[in-house]
């Protein structure tokens, strides 16, 4: 069916909101080496179908004639503290999964429109005050690292003529998951405020125009390659941090110093909280996507105040 959308990864953050927002326009087949934990969460937009090796055959052949393939899988980088297990864990669930939809794509008979690949701004590594675009070079660390060999992956579909895009979001904002409940727990008690610096640049995006961009990749014929998923309008930490207390009516006057950060979380500090990325949306704006919440706090308000 051309209006079959498959998507991997169908019950992470993303995949949720992904699912609700395209249901009714598209048969939706998500695939999971859960099927009853997966049903359960998104069995009223979706069709669940098992995904492993020992099934190979019933899965791929959701691929034939489908619209597009988006591959959402991948440990979650932020859980805690990296020990070499998960590092392996969070290269090897994006690898491997990008690895084996190529692989079917490359099998079924009638290939999909477009394989969507899900990337990050991680990709730029630490570039301070750096302008990036979709053009800037990759750059250094373990993410960046992991990008770049699952985008080389997914680039593999188009030779055999199957269009291509690599989604590098930024932080994703909602309120069922994702960083922002995360960074929101300390001003419950008052004790929000800026991580490290605060000078690293944050580059943010609204989970509705995270989903509203997807969509907007899967249904551009002409739309291809790296895009950055991130608000036009990225800010510093320190903004980040103000802009929340603001909002939640809370004050943002703590500080936890680099230094901590690295003491109990290791590399990720680094990488994930640490780091400098302001990344600007440049291929998404000239194909003449509009954003619906491109300044932080009216994005903060719908999402907190539900306005």
Not at 27 to 46: C, F, M, P, Q
Request: charged content about 20%; some cysteine; aromatic content about 8%.
């Amino acid at each position: 069916m051309a209006n079959r959308v498959v998507i991997s990864g169908a019950t992470g953050f993303i995949g949720r909101a992904l699912c609700r927002a395209i249901h009714d326009d598209y048969e939706i087949v998500a695939l999971s080496r859960d099927v009853t934990k997966a049903a359960s969460i998104i069995g009223e937009y979706a069709r669940v179908v098992e995904w492993g090796s020992a099934v190979a055959g019933g899965w791929a052949r959701q691929i034939e004639d489908a619209h597009a393939v988006v591959n959402l899988a991948g440990e979650n980088i932020a859980a805690g503290r990296w020990t070499q297990s998960t590092r392996n864990r969070i290269a090897q669930s994006r690898t491997s999964s990008a690895g084996a939809l190529v692989e079917a794509i490359s099998g079924a008979r009638s290939k999909p429109s477009v394989f969507v690949q899900a990337s990050a701004v991680g990709y730029y590594g630490y570039r301070g005050d750096e302008v990036l675009d979709e053009d800037s070079g990759v750059g250094n660390g373990f993410l960046a690292d992991v990008c770049h060999k699952t985008e080389s992956i997914a680039t593999r579909v188009e030779p055999l003529g199957v269009r291509h895009v690599l989604l590098r979001s930024g932080v994703v904002l909602g309120r069922e998951g994702g960083a922002l409940p995360k960074f929101m727990a300390p001003y419950r008690f008052c004790l929000g405020g800026r991580l490290g610096s605060g000078r690293q640049w944050l580059s943010w995006i609204n989970l509705e125009d995270e989903i509203r961009a997807i969509r907007f990749a899967m249904e551009t014929p002409g739309f291809r390659g790296a895009c950055n998923l991130t608000s036009p309008n990225p800010v510093t930490m320190e903004e980040f941090c103000r802009t929340l207390g603001q909002v939640l009516g809370k004050p943002a006057w703590t500080v936890v110093p680099a230094f901590a950060l690295r003491l109990v979380l290791g590399q990720m500090a680094d990488e994930a909280l640490l780091t400098s990325q302001k990344a600007l949306p440049k291929r998404l704006t000239e194909a003449g996507f509009t954003f619906k919440y491109p300044e932080l706090r009216t994005a903060l308000e719908v999402i907190i105040q539900g306005e």
